[in-house]
């Protein structure tokens, strides 16, 4: 079983539409829970932390729900360039600050 | 915010050579720098962590002899493919991580690597 799954998608998003999508992460020591987005061929990028109370950012939402060990990212008002990979990432207590990647989410928003 | 290179960032060689890629901070010193390898519509692998001044640590079946990697210092690390094979052909990607504690990495653009 992989340490963190992601629905690869494609999540096909009309532009202005919400899009949701979960990761799910296998180890319950998990400690730390972050978004990354990856474009094509290009290196990921910080997108945001995922906090335990949740958290917002512009037009992103995070929510961390530990007791199923999910993670999930919201979008909302979806623009074309938000057109990306989304990586769910997290840290291991105990990995020295490894971090253990989904194989991650596909979103195309349309116009 | 923290910028991180890498040199190459496009390579074809032919299969038995050697390859060197070079990851760099270029705006502040890393104390640990972290080599993945992602295949197409596949996740980031996690090869190795490397701190400044010691022997990195690799991951579980990534050959030490193959993939050889030095951290020299603060702000360069470097990764080697020896004897490369075309199933080494990827997307080799660095973070730097500026201090133990630090959960956030920062990472380089990566290099593709096609062996042929």
């Known amino acids: ?111 | 915010g923290a910028v991180v290179s890498q040199h190459p960032s496009r390579v074809i060689c032919k299969s038995g050579t050697s390859v060197k890629i070079e990851c760099r901070s270029l705006d502040f010193q890393a104390t640990t720098m972290f080599w993945y390898r992602q295949f197409p519509k596949q996740s980031l692998m996690l090869m190795a962590t490397s701190n400044e001044g010691s022997k990195a640590t690799y991951e579980q079946g990534v050959e030490k002899d193959k993939f050889l990697i030095n951290h020299a210092s603060l702000t360069l690390s470097t990764l080697t493919v020896t004897s490369a094979h075309p199933e080494d052909s990827s997307f080799y990607i660095c973070s730097a991580r500026v201090e133990r504690g630090a959960r956030e990495q920062y990472f380089g653009p990566g290099t593709r690597l096609t062996v042929t």
């Open chain 1, 1 to 111: 079983r992989k340490e963190v799954e992601q629905d690869p998608g494609p999540f096909n998003v009309p532009e202005g539409a919400t899009v949701a999508f979960n990761c799910t992460y296998s180890n319950s020591a998990s400690q730390s829970f972050f978004w990354y987005r990856q474009d094509c061929r290009k290196e990921p990028k910080l997108l945001m932390s995922v906090y335990s109370s949740g958290n917002e950012d512009g037009r992103f939402t995070a929510q961390l729900n530990r007791a199923s060990q999910y993670i999930s990212l919201l979008i909302r008002d979806s623009k074309l360039s938000d057109s990306a990979t989304y990586l769910c990432v997290v840290i291991l207590t105990d990995s020295w600050g490894k971090l253990q990647f989904g194989a991650g989410t596909q979103v195309v928003v349309t116009p």
